[in-house]
């Protein structure tokens, strides 16, 4: 597939404690963008990383991205119950592929 | 600012039945976006228009389904006639700018419409 995945599929980590997600693709990219959706508020943007960046930062959240591997990782450190929600990265080359996502729970 | 308004919100239909759905954008928001979200998956592009024209189309089930933009503001996406498979959340997005492979912008997605089809 063209849109590559996000990994793990779930993860599951007490509040306080760091979660990484990854996304990987498959063809080159213009940019990427990292989403949340929960019940709540639906698909939220959190981050865009052009292809000529390789680190950005927002509050919490940390992105990294390894155009070499196809890669990009999301960090969130010091979790809160309320970061629980499906993760998704979303590449853009052409038009723009959503992966699967990864499901976070941060138990309280 | 007032956020991406989809309605309705929930549709249960039967299948071989019609069905639309209507998004309005972000004022100023020349790009709109349509995608399908089945259950456990990540949302995938129906369709994306820069104002009215149509920019990608390329993997909207052209035999059932269309969707147009009038006088680039409201969009409308119709089926016609569904299927058990198009049962997913359709989600309407915009986003401020888009300019050839220079896209640089976030997308701003709406509640999305429930479709359920029996």
């Known amino acids: 597939s063209q849109q590559g995945e996000e990994d793990p599929q779930a993860l599951s980590i007490q509040e306080g404690e760091n979660a990484t997600m990854n996304c990987s693709y498959k063809?080159?990219?213009?940019?990427l963008q990292w989403y949340r959706q929960n019940s709540g508020r639906g698909l939220v943007h959190l981050i865009l990383?052009?292809?000529?960046?390789r680190e950005k930062h927002s509050g919490r959240l940390r992105v990294t991205l390894d155009t070499s591997k196809k890669s990009s990782s999301l960090l969130i450190t010091a979790s809160r119950a309320a970061d629980t929600a499906s993760y998704f990265c979303?590449?853009?080359?052409?038009?723009?592929?959503f992966g699967s996502g990864t499901k976070l729970n941060v138990k309280p | 600012e007032a956020g991406v308004a989809q309605s309705p919100r929930y549709k249960i239909i039967e299948k071989r039945q019609s069905v639309a759905f209507w998004c309005n954008p972000i004022?100023?928001?020349?790009?709109l976006y349509w995608y399908q979200q089945i259950l456990g998956q990540g949302p995938k592009l129906l369709i994306q228009?820069?104002?009215?024209?149509?920019?990608?189309d390329s993997q909207l089930p052209k035999d059932r389904f269309s969707a147009e933009r009038l006088k680039g503001v409201d969009s409308t996406l119709k089926i016609q006639p569904a299927k058990l498979e198009d049962s997913a959340v359709y989600l309407c997005?915009?986003?401020?700018?888009?300019?050839?492979?220079?896209?640089?912008?976030?997308?701003?997605f709406g509640p999305g419409t429930r479709l359920t089809v029996t």
């Open positions: 990383i052009r292809s000529n960046e």
């Open positions: 004022s100023g928001h020349a790009t």
């Open positions: 997005a915009s986003s401020l700018h888009f300019q050839g492979s220079d896209f640089l912008y976030e997308q701003y």
């Open positions: 979303a590449k853009y080359f052409n038009k723009f592929y």
């Open positions: 063809t080159s990219i213009n940019n």
């Open positions: 228009f820069q104002n009215n024209g149509v920019v990608d």
